[in-house]
């Protein structure tokens, strides 16, 4: 069988080809923030959309779209569903158990301003698990505990989203650095020190930011000192550890680093007034939504089960340490699974790879995008045991035993997670099988293309290219494998910096991660927001734009005015630093 030539401008005209292109992600916008078409049926109906692009409209032959789409939807599964289903099922287990309650109380006991809270567990806690898992990890968790604090569910989502931005370039232990540096042929240390010197500017920015979209100007100004300590501090410890120790603990790091600078200055300052309301300032269309909100995720509390009761008094102290020892076994066993030597002790034994056929290396990229023609790759690595979702899973299990739930009693909760995530999971997996099929089929490469014909302009619009990539695909590491070579290619032709376009690629990205369909369906699923990812979209749309046109911003300056790819980057790096 003859290898398929990828094709980028099937109508002979860029402009005709880019709107075609781009008919899928706006009918799935569209469809979603339209609030008249449920999330689950407008990723599926996107996905029909897409098939018909790529097949009629880009020439690609059915069968091979067939095989790209199966392989999106099993992707959307394994890892991204399977890290959802199994942090929602841990979840419920401490709702059902009452220990979800002593979590909130002891939150409260670190500060009962709901500002500051959101910077403990929206910021610095979602940063530990975007760092120690990713895909998905940070905004289900830190979701999750918002809406048990009693955030209502639109400011417990939407929240979540915006402050899981600034990790997400070194999410999962540097996964998208080493996407990108494996299709970029640059050193991994020299893109992260990079990555390093754009994104400690917004780590600044994004606390203020939340709680300003939060609490308004005036309640962001009064408790200034707390967000600069939460925001100096990760930006200080992610600068210089991307810089001069490695990209793969960055987030993990920053975030340590972070709470605990955090904690501390609570030691000596409160604020002059505590903020109580729960809600978005102004109008929240989300207060009292599904009342009582644990319950609509809770697993449901059979009468015969013991379950903590707080009513009229505080938590022990024995209490409020049991109710974290879920969370730190979750935080424990995802950081572990994320390393390279745990991945290197169970890969080899745990390990199914499923060369696709009849799509294996039957897809040929050819220039522009690649500087020769190269085919494209269909494996699917079914490292089941490695699999972030899988440590979740054995965390679950193993705070369960700890909460003496029987195990007849676990296993009919789990399969009551899958019943409540059902439309969740169907939602995910259309979503990667419609970023699997545009990828496969070149019609994300299209796109592309008309990012890269900006001229002069190229450093900011190369920019905006990785946000595009990471609100199609959903991941920051997919989008720096689909345009890692195409920013390296085209800054090359334009004189620039290949790393510095191919770090932007990566540090624009993570603005495009707040508003990327498939974490909008975690957010509201892990807050029992069911079937309103219109309104969160329609939250987080506008703040997604303007910060990722602030990292072109950025790099804007960093292309022409202050040229940081000359300065001396990582000492362990190997390869040259521009070109």
């Not at 734009?545 to 001396?568: D, H, K, R, S």
Request: hydrophobic share 55%.
């Amino acid at each position: 069988m003859t290898p398929w030539n990828q094709v980028y401008d099937p109508f002979g005209n860029q402009w005709l080809s880019t709107f075609m292109a781009s008919l899928p992600v706006i009918a799935l916008l569209g469809m979603i923030a339209s609030g008249k078409v449920k999330a689950h049926i407008a990723a599926v109906l996107a996905l029909v959309i897409a098939f018909l692009v790529a097949t009629v409209a880009f020439t690609m032959p059915v069968d091979l779209a067939v095989r790209a789409t199966i392989l999106g939807m099993v992707t959307g599964m394994f890892p991204i569903g399977w890290i959802i289903l199994n942090v929602i099922f841990l979840y419920r287990l401490t709702v059902e158990k009452g220990w979800f309650a002593i979590l909130q109380q002891s939150v409260a006991g670190i500060t009962e301003d709901r500002r500051i809270q959101l910077l403990l567990v929206a910021f610095a806690f979602g940063a530990f698990f975007e760092g120690a898992g990713g895909f998905g990890t940070p905004v289900a968790v830190t979701g999750a505990i918002l809406i048990g604090l009693g955030f209502s569910p639109l400011a417990a989502s939407g929240l979540s989203l915006i402050a899981n931005t600034a990790p997400v370039a070194y999410g999962a232990l540097g996964a998208p650095v080493q996407g990108l540096a494996s299709v970029t042929g640059y050193d991994p240390y020299v893109l992260g020190a990079m990555i390093g010197r754009q994104l400690p500017f917004f780590s600044v920015i994004v606390p203020f930011w939340l709680i300003w979209v939060f609490a308004g100007f005036r309640g962001m100004l009064a408790i200034w000192p707390p967000i600069a300590v939460c925001g100096v501090s990760f930006a200080l410890a992610q600068f210089l550890i991307s810089n001069y120790i490695n990209p793969w603990i960055v987030d993990i790091g920053a975030s340590l680093v972070s709470m605990a600078a955090l904690v501390a200055f609570l030691k000596v300052w409160r604020p002059s007034q505590v903020w109580s309301s729960p809600a978005l300032r102004g109008h929240d269309p989300s207060i009292g939504y599904g009342e009582p909100r644990p319950a609509s995720l809770g697993a449901g509390v059979p009468s015969d089960l013991p379950k903590v009761n707080l009513t009229g008094r505080s938590a022990s102290t024995s209490e409020l340490i049991m109710a974290w020892v879920p969370w730190i076994i979750l935080s424990v066993i995802v950081a572990v699974w994320g390393t390279g030597w745990f991945k290197g002790i169970v890969n080899p034994l745990f390990t199914w790879k499923y060369e696709i056929p009849g799509l294996h290396n039957m897809i040929m990229k050819v220039p522009p995008v690649e500087a020769a023609p190269k085919a494209e790759p269909a494996i699917f690595a079914f490292t089941y045991m490695s699999y972030t979702g899988t440590g979740v899973l054995f965390a679950a299990i193993i705070s369960g035993l700890i909460m003496r739930f029987s195990p007849v009693r676990l296993v009919t909760a789990y399969f009551e997670t899958i019943w409540v995530l059902r439309y969740s999971l169907i939602t995910i997996a259309a979503m990667l099988a419609l970023g699997v099929l545009t990828r496969y089929a070149g019609v994300d490469a299209t796109l592309g293309l008309a990012f890269a014909g900006t001229g002069i302009l190229y450093p900011f619009f190369g920019t905006l290219l990785g946000w595009l990539g990471v609100a199609l695909t959903g991941s920051d590491t997919a989008s720096n494998v689909l345009f890692g070579g195409l920013q390296r290619i085209t800054s090359e032709q334009l004189g620039l910096s290949g790393v510095l376009m191919a770090s932007a690629n990566s540090s624009g990205g993570v603005m495009g991660k707040m508003i990327d369909a498939q974490s909008i369906v975690v957010a509201s699923t892990a807050t029992g927001y069911f079937g309103q990812e219109s309104k969160i979209l329609r939250f987080v749309f506008w703040h997604s734009i303007v910060l990722a046109c602030l990292v072109g911003g950025l790099v804007m300056l960093q292309a022409y005015v202050y040229p940081f790819t000359e300065m001396v980057i990582h000492p362990a790096a190997t390869a040259p630093a521009a070109h």
